[in-house]
């Protein structure tokens, strides 16, 4: 399994985490962080930290992030040991999640970072924003040492490649390192093998298709589940693709993979964002209200990203995720997130002479629907005897299937 390099601290030195936790700054650089740090300012003792959007996975035995009570020692609930807190579930008995934004310590959890959640500004700077944070973070190093794609591929001699699906998100990340190879996962006929040919060609991009067929579905569920803990339809149907695609490109010699993700949850890519008013799907009612409530499920969403690419063998890279676009699609006005039917406008914008036309006004489909995942689950569970008219008659076959592992 792929997995963070350092033994403590994942996607941050410990310089730019202690500084960070001084001043409060849920945005010191990078794609997030997670992990150990020995020294945190102004606390005894060592500490587990978790960026304010959850980008790193981070776990805990459950109830070592309670304070002691009673006849207990506080080292009995210390989370800090190695053999209490983890980057990868499976090793941990009973584990639970480090929650986003928090530091945990021997005296309990504490929220130490958060999202900011001001006014928006205007829209030529918000655009403007945009614009220059995709280009530092697509392929500069900002003054703190957050470099581009090509950069980090560079510096580490690793081999990169794209999980790409021919939308703007995935077509912005493959148009920075076009000489990487793009992977698409999807059964016959989908739509998303369909628009990433499309794209691929438009781009000039090597693309590698790869079929799923029913016996790389029920393998890839049980994979996914073991290394996510997730066991439910959408997150199967979500994180399946992604784990095929991953795992072609880990046998091809790849050790990164870069991704899309975080985009749509940023930049306003859902129909509950573009008219929160009429879906019952959200509480708010403004489109920046509603970017707000999907903004808020990426750390749960990543944590199962993160863990199925690496349980297939890659490190993911999240350049959509850098902290310097994370700031500048926070402060946008709702005119810029979604208007006039369209959704991502700033994204899309900025994508201009980026990605052919096609590319960026493309619009994609939910992976698990543009993959027929979604469709070849339920033909599965319908087929070992789970039919329609049983309530959650995939997630009983899910059930069933993984039951018998």
Same mark, same amino acid.
């Given at each position: 399994?792929?997995?963070?390099?350092?033994?403590?601290?994942?996607?941050?030195?410990?310089?730019?985490?202690?500084?960070?936790?001084?001043?409060?700054?849920?945005?010191?650089?990078?794609?997030?962080?997670?992990?150990?740090?020995?020294?945190?300012?102004?606390?005894?003792?060592?500490?587990?930290?978790?960026?304010?959007?959850?980008?790193?996975?981070?776990?805990?035995?459950?109830?070592?992030?309670?304070? #002691?009570?009673?006849?207990?020692?506080?080292?009995?609930?210390?989370?800090?040991?190695?053999?209490?807190?983890?980057?990868?579930?499976?090793?941990?008995?009973?584990?639970?999640?480090?929650?986003?934004? #928090?530091?945990?310590?021997?005296?309990?959890?504490?929220?130490?970072?958060?999202?900011?959640?001001?006014?928006?500004?205007?829209?030529?700077?918000?655009?403007?924003?945009?614009?220059?944070? &995709?280009?530092?973070?697509?392929?500069?190093?900002?003054?703190?040492?957050?470099?581009?794609?090509?950069?980090?591929?560079?510096?580490?001699?690793?081999?990169?490649?794209?999980?790409?699906?021919?939308?703007?998100?995935?077509?912005?990340?493959?148009?920075?390192?076009?000489?990487?190879?793009?992977?698409?996962?999807?059964?016959?006929?989908?739509?998303?093998?369909?628009?990433?040919?499309?794209?691929?060609?438009?781009?000039?991009?090597?693309?590698?298709?790869?079929?799923?067929?029913?016996?790389?579905?029920?393998?890839?569920?049980?994979?996914?589940?073991?290394?996510?803990?997730?066991?439910?339809?959408?997150?199967?149907?979500?994180?399946?693709?992604?784990?095929?695609?991953?795992?072609?490109?880990?046998?091809?010699?790849?050790?990164?993979?870069?991704?899309?993700?975080?985009?749509?949850?940023?930049?306003?890519?859902?129909?509950?964002?573009?008219?929160?008013?009429?879906?019952?799907?959200?509480?708010?009612?403004?489109?920046?209200?509603?970017?707000?409530?999907?903004?808020?499920?990426?750390?749960?969403?990543?944590?199962?990203?993160?863990?199925?690419?690496?349980?297939?063998?890659?490190?993911?890279?999240?350049?959509?995720?850098?902290?310097?676009?994370?700031?500048?699609?926070?402060?946008?006005?709702?005119? &810029?997130?979604?208007?006039?039917?369209?959704?991502?406008?700033? &994204?899309?914008?900025?994508?201009?002479?980026?990605?052919?036309?096609?590319?960026?006004?493309?619009?994609?489909?939910?992976?698990?629907?543009?993959?027929?995942?979604?469709?070849?689950?339920?033909?599965?569970?319908?087929?070992?005897?789970?039919?329609?008219?049983?309530?959650?008659?995939?997630?009983?076959?899910?059930?069933?299937?993984?039951?018998?592992?």
């Amino acid at each position: 399994m792929a997995g963070p390099s350092s033994a403590d601290l994942c996607g941050a030195p410990p310089d730019r985490v202690r500084d960070a936790l001084r001043d409060g700054d849920p945005f010191p650089g990078g794609r997030g962080f997670a992990g150990l740090l020995r020294d945190p300012p102004d606390r005894e003792g060592p500490a587990l930290v978790r960026d304010a959007l959850g980008r790193q996975p981070l776990f805990v035995e459950r109830g070592a992030a309670e304070p #002691a009570s009673g006849g207990e020692s506080a080292a009995t609930r210390d989370p800090t040991p190695s053999s209490a807190w983890s980057f990868d579930r499976t090793d941990l008995d009973d584990p639970e999640p480090v929650p986003a934004g #928090a530091l945990v310590s021997d005296a309990g959890t504490e929220r130490v970072w958060s999202l900011p959640d001001g006014e928006p500004v205007d829209p030529a700077s918000g655009q403007a924003a945009v614009d220059e944070a &995709l280009d530092a973070a697509l392929g500069g190093r900002d003054d703190r040492g957050a470099g581009g794609i090509e950069t980090e591929a560079e510096s580490d001699g690793s081999d990169l490649a794209v999980a790409f699906s021919g939308g703007v998100d995935s077509g912005v990340v493959a148009a920075a390192v076009p000489d990487a190879p793009c992977y698409v996962a999807g059964f016959e006929g989908c739509h998303d093998v369909a628009a990433a040919r499309e794209a691929a060609a438009a781009m000039d991009l090597n693309l590698r298709v790869v079929e799923i067929t029913h016996d790389d579905l029920v393998r890839a569920v049980r994979d996914v589940a073991a290394a996510t803990g997730r066991r439910n339809p959408m997150d199967a149907a979500i994180a399946v693709p992604l784990y095929l695609a991953a795992e072609a490109a880990a046998a091809d010699g790849i050790d990164r993979l870069a991704v899309g993700q975080g985009a749509d949850e940023l930049f306003g890519g859902y129909s509950k964002v573009a008219d929160p008013a009429g879906d019952d799907r959200v509480a708010a009612e403004t489109v920046r209200g509603a970017r707000t409530e999907t903004v808020r499920t990426l750390p749960g969403q990543l944590e199962r990203d993160v863990l199925a690419l690496r349980a297939a063998g890659v490190e993911p890279v999240a350049p959509l995720l850098d902290d310097r676009i994370v700031a500048a699609a926070l402060a946008l006005p709702g005119e &810029l997130l979604a208007s006039d039917g369209e959704r991502k406008v700033a &994204l899309r914008r900025a994508a201009a002479g980026r990605v052919s036309e096609s590319v960026r006004t493309a619009d994609k489909k939910a992976v698990q629907y543009g993959t027929y995942v979604s469709r070849e689950l339920d033909r599965l569970a319908r087929r070992a005897g789970f039919k329609r008219r049983m309530d959650d008659h995939v997630g009983q076959y899910l059930d069933a299937l993984l039951a018998g592992e």
